[in-house]
Protein backbone atom coordinates (compact mmCIF):
# COMPACT_ATOMS: atom_id res chain seq x y z
CA UNK A 1 0.00 0.00 0.00
CA UNK A 2 1.23 3.21 -0.80
CA UNK A 3 1.85 6.15 1.51
CA UNK A 4 -0.10 10.21 1.31
CA UNK A 5 3.16 11.21 0.07
CA UNK A 6 4.10 8.17 -2.55
CA UNK A 7 0.51 9.37 -4.39
CA UNK A 8 0.89 13.13 -3.88
CA UNK A 9 4.22 12.67 -6.22
CA UNK A 10 2.52 10.29 -8.77
CA UNK A 11 -0.49 12.45 -9.45
CA UNK A 12 2.30 15.64 -9.74
CA UNK A 13 4.03 13.59 -12.54
CA UNK A 14 0.88 12.76 -14.47
CA UNK A 15 -0.40 16.56 -14.13
CA UNK A 16 3.57 17.47 -15.71
CA UNK A 17 3.15 14.67 -18.36
CA UNK A 18 -0.44 16.11 -19.33
CA UNK A 19 0.27 19.77 -19.84
CA UNK A 20 3.43 18.77 -21.83
CA UNK A 21 1.38 16.78 -24.43
CA UNK A 22 -1.08 19.93 -24.11
CA UNK A 23 1.60 22.20 -24.90
CA UNK A 24 2.89 19.84 -27.85
CA UNK A 25 -0.13 19.32 -29.27
CA UNK A 26 -1.46 23.80 -29.20
CA UNK A 27 2.22 24.16 -31.12
CA UNK A 28 1.59 21.45 -33.74
CA UNK A 29 -1.83 22.81 -34.37
CA UNK A 30 -0.84 26.88 -34.44
CA UNK A 31 2.19 25.21 -36.93
CA UNK A 32 -0.44 23.23 -39.49
CA UNK A 33 -2.65 26.45 -38.94
CA UNK A 34 -0.35 28.86 -40.53
CA UNK A 35 0.89 26.40 -42.80
CA UNK A 36 -2.34 26.52 -44.47
CA UNK A 37 -2.97 30.58 -43.94
CA UNK A 38 0.21 30.83 -45.66
CA UNK A 39 -0.15 27.75 -48.62
CA UNK A 40 -3.69 30.04 -49.43
CA UNK A 41 -2.31 32.97 -49.48
CA UNK A 42 0.75 32.39 -51.78
CA UNK A 43 0.54 32.88 -56.04
CA UNK A 44 1.16 30.14 -58.12
CA UNK A 45 4.25 30.22 -60.45
CA UNK A 46 3.42 30.74 -64.06
CA UNK A 47 3.85 27.92 -66.07
CA UNK A 48 6.09 27.56 -69.10
CA UNK A 49 6.15 24.52 -71.45
CA UNK A 50 9.70 23.35 -72.26
CA UNK A 51 10.68 22.16 -75.95
CA UNK A 52 13.65 20.05 -76.68
CA UNK A 53 15.95 21.51 -79.44
CA UNK A 54 15.82 19.36 -82.94
CA UNK A 55 19.24 17.82 -84.00
CA UNK A 56 19.95 19.01 -87.50
CA UNK A 57 21.59 17.08 -89.56
CA UNK A 58 22.38 16.33 -93.50
CA UNK A 59 21.25 13.00 -94.80
CA UNK A 60 20.90 10.64 -97.61
CA UNK A 61 18.75 8.88 -98.96
CA UNK A 62 19.86 5.29 -98.98
CA UNK A 63 19.70 3.80 -102.10
CA UNK A 64 20.50 0.02 -104.01
CA UNK A 65 23.36 0.26 -105.96
CA UNK A 66 26.16 -2.83 -107.22
CA UNK A 67 29.50 -2.01 -106.15
CA UNK A 68 33.02 -3.18 -107.86
CA UNK A 69 35.32 -2.94 -105.23
CA UNK A 70 39.04 -1.90 -104.87
CA UNK A 71 42.06 -2.74 -103.74
CA UNK A 72 44.46 0.22 -103.01
CA UNK A 73 48.38 0.07 -102.64
CA UNK A 74 51.50 2.35 -103.52
CA UNK A 75 54.85 1.07 -104.68
CA UNK A 76 57.65 2.50 -107.16
CA UNK A 77 57.85 1.02 -110.59
CA UNK A 78 60.91 -1.43 -111.30
CA UNK A 79 62.20 -2.94 -114.44
CA UNK A 80 61.48 -6.38 -114.33
CA UNK A 81 64.84 -7.61 -115.25
CA UNK A 82 68.14 -6.06 -113.90
CA UNK A 83 71.72 -7.58 -115.15
CA UNK A 84 74.63 -6.67 -114.05
CA UNK A 85 77.83 -7.35 -117.10
CA UNK A 86 81.25 -8.37 -115.51
CA UNK A 87 84.37 -8.94 -117.38
CA UNK A 88 85.04 -12.32 -117.65
CA UNK A 89 88.99 -12.26 -118.66
CA UNK A 90 91.63 -10.06 -118.33
CA UNK A 91 93.48 -7.31 -120.29
CA UNK A 92 93.16 -3.73 -121.35
CA UNK A 93 89.57 -2.41 -123.06
CA UNK A 94 90.29 -2.23 -126.83
CA UNK A 95 86.86 -0.50 -127.85
CA UNK A 96 83.63 0.77 -125.97
CA UNK A 97 80.25 1.48 -127.32
CA UNK A 98 79.85 5.06 -128.21
CA UNK A 99 76.72 5.72 -126.44
CA UNK A 100 77.95 3.98 -123.29
CA UNK A 101 76.37 6.28 -120.69
CA UNK A 102 74.18 6.12 -118.45
CA UNK A 103 70.34 6.80 -119.61
CA UNK A 104 71.20 5.35 -123.05
CA UNK A 105 69.61 2.33 -124.74
CA UNK A 106 71.12 -0.54 -126.89
CA UNK A 107 70.05 -2.79 -129.06
CA UNK A 108 70.82 -7.01 -128.57
CA UNK A 109 73.46 -8.06 -129.82
CA UNK A 110 75.42 -4.55 -130.31
CA UNK A 111 79.18 -4.47 -128.98
CA UNK A 112 79.17 -2.67 -125.89
CA UNK A 113 82.74 -3.21 -125.10
CA UNK A 114 85.94 -5.45 -126.06
CA UNK A 115 88.75 -6.34 -124.73
CA UNK A 116 92.22 -6.66 -126.69
CA UNK A 117 92.02 -9.93 -128.26
CA UNK A 118 95.80 -10.18 -129.16
CA UNK A 119 96.99 -12.78 -126.74
CA UNK A 120 93.88 -14.94 -126.82
CA UNK A 121 93.81 -15.61 -130.37
CA UNK A 122 97.69 -16.60 -130.12
CA UNK A 123 96.64 -19.09 -127.91
CA UNK A 124 94.22 -19.92 -129.50
CA UNK A 125 96.76 -20.91 -132.50
CA UNK A 126 98.91 -22.83 -130.12
CA UNK A 127 96.19 -25.12 -128.92
CA UNK A 128 94.82 -25.74 -132.64
CA UNK A 129 97.93 -27.19 -133.48
CA UNK A 130 98.41 -29.11 -130.26
CA UNK A 131 95.25 -30.90 -130.83
CA UNK A 132 96.53 -31.40 -134.95
CA UNK A 133 99.33 -32.79 -132.98
CA UNK A 134 97.72 -34.70 -130.52
CA UNK A 135 95.35 -36.61 -134.04
CA UNK A 136 98.18 -37.26 -135.71
CA UNK A 137 99.89 -38.90 -133.04
CA UNK A 138 96.83 -41.21 -132.35
CA UNK A 139 97.05 -41.73 -136.18
CA UNK A 140 100.55 -42.53 -136.07
CA UNK A 141 100.19 -44.94 -133.26
CA UNK A 142 97.15 -46.81 -134.54
CA UNK A 143 99.53 -47.36 -137.85
CA UNK A 144 102.50 -48.67 -135.73
CA UNK A 145 100.12 -51.06 -133.57
CA UNK A 146 98.95 -52.63 -136.76
CA UNK A 147 102.23 -52.94 -137.69
CA UNK A 148 103.49 -54.42 -134.64
CA UNK A 149 100.55 -57.14 -134.35
CA UNK A 150 101.25 -58.35 -138.40
CA UNK A 151 104.94 -58.74 -136.90
CA UNK A 152 103.45 -60.47 -133.66
CA UNK A 153 101.82 -63.08 -136.36
CA UNK A 154 105.26 -63.68 -137.78
CA UNK A 155 107.05 -63.81 -134.86
CA UNK A 156 105.22 -67.11 -133.77
CA UNK A 157 104.80 -68.91 -136.79
CA UNK A 158 108.87 -68.00 -136.34
CA UNK A 159 108.88 -69.50 -133.11
CA UNK A 160 106.91 -72.95 -134.41
CA UNK A 161 109.68 -73.39 -136.47
CA UNK A 162 112.59 -72.78 -134.53
CA UNK A 163 110.91 -74.77 -131.58
CA UNK A 164 110.41 -78.05 -134.81
CA UNK A 165 113.79 -77.53 -135.99
CA UNK A 166 115.44 -77.66 -132.14
CA UNK A 167 113.25 -80.74 -131.70
CA UNK A 168 114.60 -82.40 -134.89
CA UNK A 169 117.75 -81.73 -134.34
CA UNK A 170 117.95 -83.34 -130.69
CA UNK A 171 116.43 -86.48 -131.83
CA UNK A 172 118.89 -86.63 -134.67
CA UNK A 173 121.94 -86.02 -132.46
CA UNK A 174 120.45 -88.33 -130.00
CA UNK A 175 119.11 -91.09 -131.70
CA UNK A 176 121.11 -91.15 -135.18
CA UNK A 177 124.18 -89.52 -133.95
CA UNK A 178 123.69 -87.25 -136.90
CA UNK A 179 125.46 -83.47 -136.29
CA UNK A 180 126.84 -82.40 -132.85
CA UNK A 181 125.99 -80.94 -129.67
CA UNK A 182 127.15 -78.00 -131.35
CA UNK A 183 124.13 -77.46 -133.91
CA UNK A 184 121.83 -78.55 -130.95
CA UNK A 185 123.35 -75.83 -128.98
CA UNK A 186 123.01 -73.25 -131.73
CA UNK A 187 119.36 -74.28 -132.46
CA UNK A 188 118.14 -73.59 -129.02
CA UNK A 189 119.89 -70.35 -129.14
CA UNK A 190 117.66 -69.68 -132.12
CA UNK A 191 114.59 -70.69 -130.37
CA UNK A 192 115.25 -68.71 -127.27
CA UNK A 193 116.25 -65.53 -129.41
CA UNK A 194 112.87 -65.96 -131.22
CA UNK A 195 110.85 -66.93 -128.33
CA UNK A 196 112.40 -63.55 -126.24
CA UNK A 197 111.17 -61.29 -129.51
CA UNK A 198 108.22 -62.86 -129.04
CA UNK A 199 107.28 -61.98 -125.44
CA UNK A 200 108.41 -57.98 -126.03
CA UNK A 201 106.56 -57.99 -128.97
CA UNK A 202 103.53 -59.81 -127.28
CA UNK A 203 104.02 -57.07 -124.00
CA UNK A 204 104.41 -54.18 -126.85
CA UNK A 205 100.74 -55.54 -127.97
CA UNK A 206 99.22 -56.05 -124.82
CA UNK A 207 99.88 -52.32 -124.05
CA UNK A 208 97.98 -51.13 -127.36
CA UNK A 209 94.82 -50.09 -125.45
CA UNK A 210 96.45 -48.36 -122.57
CA UNK A 211 98.53 -46.67 -126.02
CA UNK A 212 95.67 -45.97 -127.56
CA UNK A 213 93.57 -44.47 -124.71
CA UNK A 214 96.05 -42.45 -123.28
CA UNK A 215 95.82 -41.08 -127.46
CA UNK A 216 92.45 -40.31 -126.69
CA UNK A 217 92.56 -38.84 -123.67
CA UNK A 218 95.32 -36.66 -125.29
CA UNK A 219 92.97 -35.42 -128.23
CA UNK A 220 90.02 -34.66 -125.11
CA UNK A 221 92.78 -32.52 -123.24
CA UNK A 222 93.74 -30.57 -126.46
CA UNK A 223 90.32 -30.09 -127.84
CA UNK A 224 89.14 -28.62 -124.34
CA UNK A 225 92.25 -26.75 -124.07
CA UNK A 226 91.04 -25.13 -127.25
CA UNK A 227 87.54 -24.74 -126.31
CA UNK A 228 88.40 -23.04 -123.41
CA UNK A 229 90.56 -20.66 -125.34
CA UNK A 230 88.08 -20.05 -127.58
CA UNK A 231 85.29 -19.09 -125.41
CA UNK A 232 88.00 -17.02 -123.76
CA UNK A 233 88.48 -15.26 -127.22
CA UNK A 234 85.30 -15.08 -127.16
CA UNK A 235 84.41 -13.40 -124.38
CA UNK A 236 86.79 -10.65 -125.04
CA UNK A 237 83.05 -9.24 -126.96
CA UNK A 238 80.96 -8.23 -124.66
CA UNK A 239 77.74 -7.29 -126.34
CA UNK A 240 73.92 -6.56 -124.97
CA UNK A 241 72.24 -9.77 -124.30
CA UNK A 242 68.75 -7.75 -124.54
CA UNK A 243 67.13 -4.65 -125.68
CA UNK A 244 68.18 -2.46 -122.38
CA UNK A 245 68.80 0.37 -120.88
CA UNK A 246 72.12 1.27 -119.56
CA UNK A 247 72.02 1.91 -115.35
CA UNK A 248 74.89 2.55 -114.31
CA UNK A 249 78.79 2.26 -117.02
CA UNK A 250 81.95 2.17 -114.67
CA UNK A 251 84.30 0.77 -117.82
CA UNK A 252 86.15 3.48 -119.98
CA UNK A 253 88.99 2.72 -123.09
CA UNK A 254 92.03 1.61 -122.20
CA UNK A 255 91.11 0.46 -118.38
CA UNK A 256 92.85 -2.47 -117.22
CA UNK A 257 89.88 -4.85 -115.88
CA UNK A 258 90.20 -8.50 -113.97
CA UNK A 259 87.56 -11.29 -114.50
CA UNK A 260 84.74 -10.67 -112.23
CA UNK A 261 85.04 -6.94 -112.07
CA UNK A 262 81.61 -5.49 -112.47
CA UNK A 263 81.75 -3.25 -115.22
CA UNK A 264 77.31 -2.54 -116.56
CA UNK A 265 74.33 -2.72 -115.32
CA UNK A 266 71.55 -3.04 -117.53
CA UNK A 267 67.46 -2.85 -117.44
CA UNK A 268 65.24 -4.51 -119.68
CA UNK A 269 62.08 -1.78 -119.57
CA UNK A 270 59.75 -3.79 -121.87
CA UNK A 271 58.83 -5.65 -118.68
CA UNK A 272 57.81 -3.81 -115.82
CA UNK A 273 56.53 -4.69 -112.16
CA UNK A 274 55.16 -2.50 -109.11
CA UNK A 275 55.41 -4.56 -105.74
CA UNK A 276 52.52 -3.47 -103.21
CA UNK A 277 51.71 -4.65 -100.20
CA UNK A 278 47.96 -5.56 -98.96
CA UNK A 279 46.25 -6.68 -95.90
CA UNK A 280 46.24 -10.43 -95.73
CA UNK A 281 42.34 -10.04 -94.73
CA UNK A 282 41.71 -7.81 -97.10
CA UNK A 283 43.71 -9.92 -100.29
CA UNK A 284 41.70 -13.24 -98.88
CA UNK A 285 38.71 -11.08 -99.36
CA UNK A 286 38.94 -9.47 -102.78
CA UNK A 287 41.40 -11.79 -104.70
CA UNK A 288 40.41 -14.54 -106.92
CA UNK A 289 42.95 -17.31 -107.91
CA UNK A 290 43.01 -19.49 -110.98
CA UNK A 291 43.29 -22.84 -109.31
CA UNK A 292 42.03 -24.03 -105.63
CA UNK A 293 44.07 -22.08 -103.31
CA UNK A 294 44.28 -25.91 -100.98
CA UNK A 295 45.76 -27.00 -104.60
CA UNK A 296 48.77 -28.92 -101.94
CA UNK A 297 51.47 -26.89 -103.22
CA UNK A 298 51.55 -25.18 -100.15
CA UNK A 299 52.03 -21.43 -102.07
CA UNK A 300 49.52 -19.18 -103.30
CA UNK A 301 48.16 -20.45 -107.19
CA UNK A 302 47.91 -17.60 -109.28
CA UNK A 303 45.78 -15.07 -108.75
CA UNK A 304 43.24 -14.52 -111.74
CA UNK A 305 45.25 -11.67 -113.98
CA UNK A 306 42.58 -8.47 -113.57
CA UNK A 307 43.29 -5.47 -115.26
CA UNK A 308 44.49 -2.79 -112.64
CA UNK A 309 44.92 0.85 -113.07
CA UNK A 310 48.38 3.00 -111.81
CA UNK A 311 48.11 6.41 -111.38
CA UNK A 312 51.13 9.16 -110.70
CA UNK A 313 51.25 11.51 -108.10
CA UNK A 314 51.59 14.30 -110.48
CA UNK A 315 48.99 13.21 -112.58
CA UNK A 316 45.62 14.80 -112.93
CA UNK A 317 42.81 13.37 -110.88
CA UNK A 318 41.39 10.09 -112.33
CA UNK A 319 43.73 9.47 -114.86
CA UNK A 320 45.44 6.48 -115.24
CA UNK A 321 49.20 6.31 -116.23
CA UNK A 322 49.46 2.87 -117.32
CA UNK A 323 47.47 -0.28 -116.96
CA UNK A 324 49.15 -3.65 -115.90
CA UNK A 325 47.63 -7.02 -114.49
CA UNK A 326 47.67 -8.61 -111.71
CA UNK A 327 50.62 -11.11 -111.91
CA UNK A 328 51.48 -13.27 -108.87
CA UNK A 329 51.85 -13.35 -104.94
CA UNK A 330 55.13 -12.47 -104.45
CA UNK A 331 55.70 -13.22 -100.46
CA UNK A 332 53.86 -13.21 -97.39
CA UNK A 333 55.48 -10.96 -94.16
CA UNK A 334 55.49 -12.66 -90.99
CA UNK A 335 55.90 -9.52 -88.82
CA UNK A 336 53.59 -7.09 -90.62
CA UNK A 337 51.04 -10.04 -92.33
CA UNK A 338 50.84 -8.25 -95.10
CA UNK A 339 50.77 -10.05 -98.59
CA UNK A 340 53.26 -8.30 -101.39
CA UNK A 341 51.28 -8.48 -105.25
CA UNK A 342 53.19 -8.23 -108.48
CA UNK A 343 51.63 -6.03 -110.87
CA UNK A 344 53.01 -6.44 -114.86
CA UNK A 345 53.40 -4.03 -117.29
CA UNK A 346 53.98 -5.06 -120.75
CA UNK A 347 52.57 -5.49 -124.01
CA UNK A 348 49.65 -3.28 -125.41
CA UNK A 349 48.36 -3.56 -122.22
CA UNK A 350 51.37 -1.31 -120.63
CA UNK A 351 50.86 1.40 -123.13
CA UNK A 352 50.73 4.69 -121.23
CA UNK A 353 49.04 8.06 -121.51
CA UNK A 354 52.00 9.48 -119.29
CA UNK A 355 55.65 8.59 -118.78
CA UNK A 356 56.16 5.35 -116.77
CA UNK A 357 59.69 4.63 -116.21
CA UNK A 358 61.39 2.60 -113.47
CA UNK A 359 61.80 4.23 -110.02
CA UNK A 360 58.41 6.37 -110.39
CA UNK A 361 56.29 5.69 -107.12
CA UNK A 362 52.51 5.35 -108.40
CA UNK A 363 49.14 4.19 -106.43
CA UNK A 364 47.37 0.89 -107.68
CA UNK A 365 44.02 0.41 -107.89
CA UNK A 366 43.19 -3.65 -108.16
CA UNK A 367 39.94 -4.76 -109.02
CA UNK A 368 38.19 -7.18 -106.21
CA UNK A 369 34.81 -8.48 -105.66
CA UNK A 370 31.66 -7.39 -107.19
CA UNK A 371 29.07 -6.53 -104.47
CA UNK A 372 24.84 -6.24 -105.69
CA UNK A 373 22.15 -4.52 -104.05
CA UNK A 374 24.34 -2.47 -101.15
CA UNK A 375 23.80 0.80 -99.77
CA UNK A 376 26.50 3.27 -99.49
CA UNK A 377 26.67 5.60 -96.93
CA UNK A 378 29.71 7.75 -95.73
CA UNK A 379 32.37 6.05 -93.48
CA UNK A 380 32.00 8.67 -90.23
CA UNK A 381 28.09 7.74 -90.73
CA UNK A 382 29.03 4.42 -89.15
CA UNK A 383 30.04 4.50 -85.44
CA UNK A 384 32.04 1.97 -83.52
CA UNK A 385 29.40 -0.47 -82.76
CA UNK A 386 28.49 -0.47 -86.48
CA UNK A 387 25.17 1.48 -86.54
CA UNK A 388 23.93 4.29 -88.50
CA UNK A 389 21.49 7.03 -87.32
CA UNK A 390 18.72 7.84 -89.30
CA UNK A 391 15.72 9.69 -88.98
CA UNK A 392 11.82 8.31 -88.85
CA UNK A 393 8.48 10.36 -88.34
CA UNK A 394 11.15 13.17 -87.24
CA UNK A 395 12.96 11.33 -84.79
CA UNK A 396 16.73 9.58 -84.26
CA UNK A 397 16.75 5.73 -84.68
CA UNK A 398 19.88 4.16 -84.35
CA UNK A 399 20.33 1.14 -86.25
CA UNK A 400 22.48 -1.82 -86.41
CA UNK A 401 23.76 -2.31 -89.45
CA UNK A 402 26.06 -5.27 -91.55
CA UNK A 403 29.30 -3.68 -93.73
CA UNK A 404 29.76 -5.67 -96.44
CA UNK A 405 32.90 -3.57 -97.41
CA UNK A 406 34.57 -0.19 -96.97
CA UNK A 407 37.34 1.79 -98.96
CA UNK A 408 38.59 5.24 -97.92
CA UNK A 409 35.27 7.14 -97.91
CA UNK A 410 32.63 5.31 -97.69
CA UNK A 411 30.81 1.84 -95.92
CA UNK A 412 28.90 -0.59 -98.22
CA UNK A 413 25.76 -2.05 -96.42
CA UNK A 414 24.08 -5.01 -97.10
CA UNK A 415 21.90 -5.84 -94.02
CA UNK A 416 20.12 -2.99 -91.81
CA UNK A 417 18.93 -0.87 -93.95
CA UNK A 418 16.04 -0.83 -96.89
CA UNK A 419 16.03 1.56 -99.88
CA UNK A 420 14.50 5.01 -99.04
CA UNK A 421 15.53 5.08 -95.24
CA UNK A 422 16.77 8.42 -94.42
CA UNK A 423 20.57 8.04 -93.08
CA UNK A 424 21.92 11.07 -90.79
CA UNK A 425 25.30 11.71 -91.81
CA UNK A 426 26.79 14.93 -89.95
CA UNK A 427 29.19 13.69 -86.88
CA UNK A 428 27.24 13.40 -84.16
CA UNK A 429 28.30 12.89 -80.58
CA UNK A 430 26.11 10.23 -78.48
CA UNK A 431 22.35 11.26 -79.43
CA UNK A 432 19.82 10.67 -77.73
CA UNK A 433 17.46 8.00 -79.05
CA UNK A 434 14.06 9.64 -80.44
CA UNK A 435 15.72 13.08 -80.02
CA UNK A 436 13.76 15.11 -82.80
CA UNK A 437 15.55 15.32 -86.01
CA UNK A 438 15.54 18.65 -88.07
CA UNK A 439 17.12 17.98 -91.81
CA UNK A 440 18.58 20.51 -92.76
CA UNK A 441 19.65 19.45 -96.95
CA UNK A 442 19.33 15.84 -98.24
CA UNK A 443 22.69 15.28 -100.23
CA UNK A 444 22.56 13.21 -103.66
Same mark, same amino acid.
Given at each position: ?????????????????? *??????????????????? *??????????????????????????? =? #??? /?????????? !??????????????????????????????????????? &?? +? @??????????? @?????????????????????????? &??????????????????????? %???? #? @????????? @?? %??????? !???????????????????????????????????? !??? #???????????? %??????????? *?? #?????????????????? %?????????????????????????? *???????????????????????? /??????????????????? $??????????????????????????????? =??? +??????????????? !? +??????? +???????????????????????? $?????????
Amino acid at each position: MLGVEEKGMIASIWKKIG *LNAFLCGALGFVGVAGFAI *LARSRTPPETVEQKTAPITSKAIVAQQ =S #DVQ /TVLNGFGEIR !AWRQTEISAEVAGHVASVHPRLRQGETVCAGELLFEIDP &SD +Y @ANRVCELEAES @AMAHHAASRIAVEQQAERERLGLMRR &SLELASANLERARNLFAKNSVGS %QASV #D @AAEREYNAI @AD %QTRALQA !AVDLHPIQAAEAELRIKSASASLDRAQHDLARCRVE !APY #DARIVEARVEKD %QWVAPGSALLT *LA #DDSVREVRISLDAADARA %QLSFASPVDSGNGWFPPPVPVDCRLF *LPDQPSGTPAATGRLHRIVQMDRE /TRMVTVAIRLEGPAAAASW $PVADGMFCRVEIPGRRFEGVIAVPRHALNHR =SEV +YCAAEGVLKTTPVHV !A +YTDRDKA +YIDQGLAPGDQVLVSRLANPLENS $PVAIEEILP
